[in-house]
C-alpha cells in the first residue's frame, strides 16, 4: 500500500523559534497534501491544502504567514510553523494522495510538536 | 458544508463484548466517501473502510462490520468480541466528491473505546 512518512516524529522547541516538518510519499507521486492538526483529546483539523506546485490554500481561522507550506515536488510538503509558541505545540499529520485515486488519502505517522 | 457527529465520546466495555460506535454525517452532495479510521495511543492512523454512496452493502470484515443506511445518513461501526487490543480512538470522517471540495476529509469528534479485560 501507499505509503506516507512524516519527519521528524517529534519535535521539541524554545518559543520563538521555527520548526519544520516533512512530508513525504514513498511510493507514490502526490499530487495533494493535506496537513492536519490535532490537539489532544480532540479531532483532526484541516489546516491546509497543498497542490505541487502551486500556492496551499488555507483553511479559515488558519495563518498562512505562521504555517508555511511548500509542495515543491511530487514527493515532498512541509510545513514551518514560524515563531512558534506555546499554543502551537499539537500533533501535526500530513496526508497525500495521487491522481490515480483522487478520493483516497494515505496518512503519515505524524509529527508531535512541543514549544516550550 | 459537510459535518460528520459521533455522539459518543467515549465507551467502556468488558472484553468479549460487543460494541457499536455511532456516526451520523451531513452532506448536500450526492456523491461522497465516508471512512473510518483508529488511532492508538501512538498517534498513527490507521485506515479501516471507506464507503462510497452509492453502495449501501453493508460489509464485514473479521470481527468488524459496518452499517450504512443512507435513509438515516448514518455510518456506524460494530465491533464483535472486542479485545483489548481494540482499544484506541475511532475517527468516522467524511469526503465529498473532488470537485466539490477537492476531497477534502472532514473527521468527527472521535469515540475513545476503552476494552476492560
Known amino acids: 500500500g501507499a505509503v506516507v512518512s512524516q519527519h521528524p516524529s517529534w519535535v521539541i522547541c524554545k518559543s520563538g523559534t521555527s520548526v519544520k516538518i516533512e512530508c513525504r510519499s514513498l511510493?507514490?507521486?502526490?499530487?495533494?497534501m493535506f496537513w492536519y492538526r490535532q490537539f489532544p483529546k480532540q479531532s483532526l483539523m484541516l489546516m491546509a491544502t497543498s497542490n505541487e506546485g502551486s500556492k496551499a490554500t488555507y483553511e479559515q481561522g488558519v495563518e498562512k504567514d505562521k504555517f508555511l507550506i511548500n509542495h515543491a515536488s511530487l514527493t515532498l510538503s512541509t510545513l514551518t510553523v514560524t515563531s512558534a509558541h506555546p499554543e502551537d505545540s499539537s500533533f501535526y499529520i500530513c496526508s497525500a494522495r495521487d491522481w490515480v485515486a483522487p478520493d483516497e488519502q494515505f496518512f503519515g505517522p505524524g509529527t508531535r510538536l512541543t514549544v516550550l | 458544508a459537510q459535518k460528520v457527529t459521533q455522539a459518543q465520546t467515549e465507551i467502556s466495555v468488558v472484553e468479549k463484548e460487543d460494541v457499536t460506535l455511532d456516526c451520523v454525517y451531513e452532506?448536500?452532495?450526492?456523491?461522497?466517501?465516508l471512512f473510518w479510521y483508529k488511532q492508538p495511543p501512538s498517534g498513527e492512523l490507521v485506515f479501516l473502510i471507506r464507503?462510497?454512496?452509492?453502495?449501501?452493502q453493508n460489509e464485514i470484515s473479521g470481527r468488524y462490520s459496518w452499517n450504512f443506511q443512507k435513509s438515516t445518513s448514518s455510518f456506524n461501526f460494530t465491533i464483535t468480541a472486542s479485545q483489548v487490543v481494540d482499544s484506541a480512538v475511532y475517527f468516522c470522517a467524511l469526503s465529498e466528491a473532488e470537485e466539490t471540495s477537492g476531497s477534502r476529509l472532514t473527521f468527527g469528534e472521535g469515540t475513545q473505546l476503552t476494552v476492560n479485560p
Open positions: 452532506t448536500r452532495d450526492t456523491t461522497y466517501y
Open positions: 511510493d507514490f507521486q502526490a499530487t495533494t
Open positions: 464507503r462510497n454512496s452509492f453502495d449501501e
